[in-house]
């Protein structure tokens, strides 16, 4: 499926002093095996980079703000997303690899809370009933899938231990849950935030897994849409976030003093190319 994402962000001066020297990081996408990026326009004109985990970001100079004032910039990509089975195509991964992944991806983080008494009561269960990584982990996300009610986009996210206990969440503690218990038994994890497209104009802010099997390498895994290895070509994978827990779609930094920190909006749209279209 190609697809037109055209976003727009809105950083506006809400204090009493001029906002200077400005500059606004913005995720933008992730590299990921079933998405194709074919086109990015920037406007005003910025540096589009590579940052961690293989993040793509724009770096924007905003400039200066009087109070009251807006600063809207756009971005357009042209993208190209395929269905992938990640399961059917086994990758061998070398010792060495194996051993960065599980010392960088398995540690505990905000959200990730794996030694929680109740999350270590799950894993410990899980880990008794299976042999090996993907048997656990296909066990920790039916798990997943049964203990935590799917609600729609709620205000805050709660993290695993809240997840567990309270026994609901959107999909962000549906993927944090997995996440946690998988790095509980140090198979490595971490989390995609992106968008899921369902045909209208505006897609739906998502957050999903991915976890790394020694025979496959690192494959998606949404517990909330119930993807198993496989991603359909309706997700936008924008941030990767595995080393730290959290990173925000815009980070904006800027020199001198602020009465007040400014406001930052985003909205994204996509529409669906057709054929000699984009």
């Not at 395929?82 to 599980?102: C, F, G």
Request: net charge negative; glycine share 6%.
């Amino acid at each position: 499926m190609r697809l037109k994402i055209e976003m727009q962000a809105n950083v506006h001066n809400r204090g009493s002093a001029k906002l200077t020297r400005g500059m606004m990081i913005w995720h933008l996408f992730t590299d990921i095996e079933n998405q194709f990026v074919e086109m990015i326009d920037v406007f005003p004109p910025a540096r589009v980079t590579e940052k961690a985990e293989k993040n793509m970001v724009a770096v924007i100079k905003v400039p200066e703000l009087n109070p009251g004032e807006s600063f809207s910039p756009t971005v357009v990509l042209r993208i190209d997303t395929i269905t992938r089975d990640w399961l059917m195509e086994p990758q061998l991964a070398t010792e060495e690899r194996i051993a960065k992944n599980r010392g960088i991806y398995c540690s505990m983080q905000k959200y990730w809370e794996f030694e929680d008494p109740l999350i270590q009561e799950l894993s410990q269960n899980a880990a008794e009933r299976t042999g090996d990584d993907e048997s656990y982990a296909k066990l920790a996300f039916q798990i997943v899938r049964d203990s935590v009610k799917l609600k729609t986009h709620l205000d805050e996210r709660r993290g695993a231990a809240r997840a567990v206990r309270e026994k609901e969440g959107d999909c962000d503690e549906h993927a944090d849950l997995f996440i946690a218990l998988l790095r509980a038994v140090r198979i490595p994890a971490r989390r995609i935030v992106g968008h899921y497209y369902r045909n209208g104009p505006e897609p739906e802010p998502h957050a999903w897994c991915e976890m790394f099997l020694e025979r496959n390498g690192w494959i998606p895994v949404d517990p909330a849409l119930g993807n198993f290895g496989i991603m359909t070509e309706h997700y936008f994978s924008r941030i990767r976030e595995g080393h730290i827990s959290e990173r925000p779609t815009i980070h904006l930094k800027w020199s001198g003093i602020a009465s007040q920190a400014p406001s930052v909006e985003e909205v994204v749209r996509m529409t669906i190319l057709k054929n000699g279209q984009g």
